[in-house]
Protein backbone atom coordinates (compact mmCIF):
# COMPACT_ATOMS: atom_id res chain seq x y z
CA UNK A 1 0.00 0.00 0.00
CA UNK A 2 1.34 3.35 -0.93
CA UNK A 3 1.24 6.60 2.04
CA UNK A 4 -0.12 9.87 1.51
CA UNK A 5 0.55 12.40 3.82
CA UNK A 6 -1.34 15.54 3.52
CA UNK A 7 0.84 18.70 5.21
CA UNK A 8 -2.11 20.82 4.29
CA UNK A 9 -4.39 19.29 6.97
CA UNK A 10 -1.37 18.23 9.47
CA UNK A 11 0.96 20.27 9.40
CA UNK A 12 3.06 18.27 11.96
CA UNK A 13 3.44 15.29 10.21
CA UNK A 14 7.28 14.71 10.94
CA UNK A 15 9.44 12.99 7.87
CA UNK A 16 10.11 10.16 10.23
CA UNK A 17 6.30 8.91 9.24
CA UNK A 18 7.53 8.44 5.75
CA UNK A 19 10.84 7.11 7.35
CA UNK A 20 8.90 4.18 9.15
CA UNK A 21 6.64 3.50 6.22
CA UNK A 22 9.41 2.89 3.84
CA UNK A 23 11.18 0.85 6.53
CA UNK A 24 8.34 -1.28 6.99
CA UNK A 25 7.27 -1.66 3.68
CA UNK A 26 6.31 -5.02 1.77
CA UNK A 27 5.54 -5.40 -0.90
CA UNK A 28 2.25 -6.27 -2.79
CA UNK A 29 1.44 -7.27 -6.32
CA UNK A 30 -0.18 -3.36 -6.86
CA UNK A 31 3.37 -2.03 -5.19
CA UNK A 32 6.56 -3.87 -5.39
CA UNK A 33 8.18 -0.60 -4.07
CA UNK A 34 7.35 1.73 -1.35
CA UNK A 35 5.39 4.98 -2.95
CA UNK A 36 5.04 8.08 -1.01
CA UNK A 37 2.83 10.91 -2.22
CA UNK A 38 3.14 14.66 -0.07
CA UNK A 39 0.48 17.20 -0.46
CA UNK A 40 0.95 20.80 0.70
CA UNK A 41 -0.53 24.15 -0.14
CA UNK A 42 1.34 26.20 -1.83
CA UNK A 43 0.64 30.19 -2.22
CA UNK A 44 2.31 31.56 -5.04
CA UNK A 45 1.63 35.12 -6.77
CA UNK A 46 3.19 37.52 -9.15
CA UNK A 47 4.30 39.82 -6.04
CA UNK A 48 4.90 39.78 -2.59
CA UNK A 49 2.07 41.81 -1.44
CA UNK A 50 -0.75 39.49 -3.40
CA UNK A 51 1.33 36.50 -1.97
CA UNK A 52 0.78 38.25 1.54
CA UNK A 53 -2.99 39.47 1.01
CA UNK A 54 -3.85 35.67 -0.46
CA UNK A 55 -1.90 34.05 3.15
CA UNK A 56 -4.29 36.95 4.86
CA UNK A 57 -7.45 35.11 3.31
CA UNK A 58 -6.36 31.80 3.96
CA UNK A 59 -5.43 32.60 7.91
CA UNK A 60 -8.64 34.22 7.99
CA UNK A 61 -10.95 30.95 7.00
CA UNK A 62 -8.61 29.23 9.32
CA UNK A 63 -9.53 30.96 12.35
CA UNK A 64 -13.09 31.46 10.90
CA UNK A 65 -13.09 27.25 11.21
CA UNK A 66 -11.25 27.21 14.22
CA UNK A 67 -14.52 29.11 15.81
CA UNK A 68 -16.81 27.02 14.23
CA UNK A 69 -17.82 29.88 11.67
CA UNK A 70 -18.15 27.29 8.60
CA UNK A 71 -21.08 29.39 6.71
CA UNK A 72 -20.40 33.41 7.27
CA UNK A 73 -17.18 33.73 4.82
CA UNK A 74 -16.15 37.04 4.10
CA UNK A 75 -15.11 38.66 0.64
CA UNK A 76 -11.41 39.89 -0.05
CA UNK A 77 -11.98 43.57 1.00
CA UNK A 78 -13.82 42.29 4.65
CA UNK A 79 -10.37 40.46 5.42
CA UNK A 80 -8.06 43.15 3.76
CA UNK A 81 -9.03 45.04 6.32
CA UNK A 82 -9.77 42.89 8.93
CA UNK A 83 -7.31 42.81 12.36
CA UNK A 84 -6.53 39.70 13.63
CA UNK A 85 -7.03 39.70 17.64
CA UNK A 86 -4.48 38.56 20.21
CA UNK A 87 -6.82 35.00 20.12
CA UNK A 88 -6.35 34.83 16.13
CA UNK A 89 -2.45 35.39 16.42
CA UNK A 90 -2.49 31.92 18.05
CA UNK A 91 -4.76 30.18 15.64
CA UNK A 92 -2.67 31.40 13.02
CA UNK A 93 0.76 30.47 14.62
CA UNK A 94 -0.72 27.31 15.31
CA UNK A 95 -1.56 26.84 11.73
CA UNK A 96 1.70 28.19 9.91
CA UNK A 97 3.17 24.96 9.30
CA UNK A 98 0.40 24.17 6.67
CA UNK A 99 1.03 26.15 4.21
CA UNK A 100 3.84 27.38 2.35
CA UNK A 101 4.44 30.89 0.76
Same mark, same amino acid.
Given at each position: MALSIAK /??? !? /??? &? +?VAETYRKN #? *? &?SAENTEPQVIV?? +?VV???TEERANQMR *? #?? %? /?? /??QFEKGNFNDLK %? !??FIKNYSFSPFDQQIIELHKHFIFK
Open positions: /FIN !G /FVS &P +Q #F *K &PAV +QCAE *K #FI %D /FV /FV %D !GN
